[in-house]
């Protein structure tokens, strides 16, 4: 259950909407085109947007890093976006491949912390908690993270549908990666009320779903020990184990040949939960009807290298987001076993028990 924390934490403090580029209104075109470049909005109102852990700052404020968290344990991600200054896209280097503007990511991911160091030294709290003007209430723990993508609407607290009333079956991108860019993993985030979500927020930041359906850690009480707060986070009445947020269906893709364009498929029928997600946990069911009324956004998140390995770097651009129907489905490369037996459906037994997903 160790790896709860990679999905337990970034989305309240990480992700930051850009709201100044683009037109006020969705662009009316061929919904299936949730995205093409023109600009950093997607095509059905939302921005796209980067996000990181918090590590570096910490190193950076001594006075407010009781666990000593230094900056080589924190991941790093270029362009790093908030509210005042959005995500800005990048010509593909390549001028002949046809793709023009991407939204282009770069940087690096550490090693997992150890279990020791999250759970007995306390060395991954983020002690964004200690200013409580900009986060109340709040203490999660800093797993090393970074990743992009965009919300469906401008703000958070609209779903949207991405099957089209079950036209959709899932969708197709293309993405070139270099540097030798381990596994990508895509994640979409539900959330179907205040109190029942895989992605719910603290509702004082950009976000109209309240807190509640969430399980946060108390605040550090004067003269407690980091070890005493880490065996407090980990046990008890407020445990993570009952944590229902941030634990994103998802898919992992495997980049191909470094330095060249290649389209991906993700199949709503292929997403699942991470395998380390416990019985304790109680994400939204994952069925047609939660994936139509619950959606608020995508993202692509970079490979966390294993404890005791090196830092992996990424470099990723990404284009052509689009919406993918059944009859469209080989057509994009994907694993048409993989799809509901059932043609009415876009989540339910497969065409094939053992088609293979990641």
Not at 121 to 139: A, C, K, V
Request: with cysteine.
């Amino acid at each position: 259950m160790r790896q709860t924390v990679g999905y337990l934490r970034f989305s309240i403090f990480g992700i930051l909407f850009s709201v100044g580029c683009g037109p006020t209104h969705p662009v009316e075109l061929d919904k299936s085109e949730l995205w093409q470049g023109e600009s950093n909005q997607v095509l059905s109102g939302g921005y796209w947007f980067t996000y990181i852990d918090h590590i570096a700052w910490m190193a950076a404020h001594p006075d407010l890093n009781p666990g000593g968290h230094t900056a080589d344990q924190g991941a790093s991600i270029v362009p790093l976006t908030d509210m005042n200054n959005p995500l800005t896209l990048t010509p593909d280097p390549d001028t002949t491949s046809g793709h023009g503007d991407t939204v282009h990511v770069s940087g690096s991911t550490p090693a997992a912390p150890s279990w020791d160091e999250v759970h007995t030294q306390g060395l991954w709290f983020d002690t964004y908690y200690q200013q409580p003007s900009e986060y109340p209430g709040s203490l999660n723990v800093a797993y090393p993270v970074a990743g992009v993508g965009f919300g469906f609407v401008p703000h958070n607290a609209a779903t949207y549908d991405p099957t089209e009333a079950g036209k959709y079956v899932g969708m197709a991108f293309d993405m070139k990666t270099r540097n030798n860019t381990s596994d990508v993993d895509v994640q979409l985030a539900l959330v179907c009320s205040e109190t029942n979500g895989n992605d719910l927020h603290d509702d004082a930041y950009e976000d109209a779903f309240g807190k509640p359906g969430c399980t946060f850690a108390k605040v550090q009480a004067n003269g407690e020990t980091l070890d005493r707060q880490a065996a407090d986070y980990f046990s008890g009445p407020n445990n993570y184990t009952a944590q229902t947020c941030f634990l994103y269906q998802h898919k992992t893709v495997t980049p191909a040949v470094d330095n060249h364009w290649t389209s991906y498929c993700v199949l709503w029928n292929e997403m699942t939960l991470p395998s380390w997600v416990g019985a304790a946990a109680q994400p939204p069911e994952w069925s047609d009807k939660n994936l139509q009324n619950c959606a608020t956004k995508l993202k692509w998140e970079m490979s966390k290298p294993a404890t005791g390995a090196q830092a992996a770097l990424f470099d990723v651009y990404l284009d052509n987001v689009k919406l993918i129907t059944r009859g469209e489905a080989a057509k994009y490369g994907c694993d048409t076993l993989a799809l509901p037996a059932d043609t009415t459906r876009v989540i339910g037994p497969r065409v094939s028990p053992g088609a293979a997903t990641k």
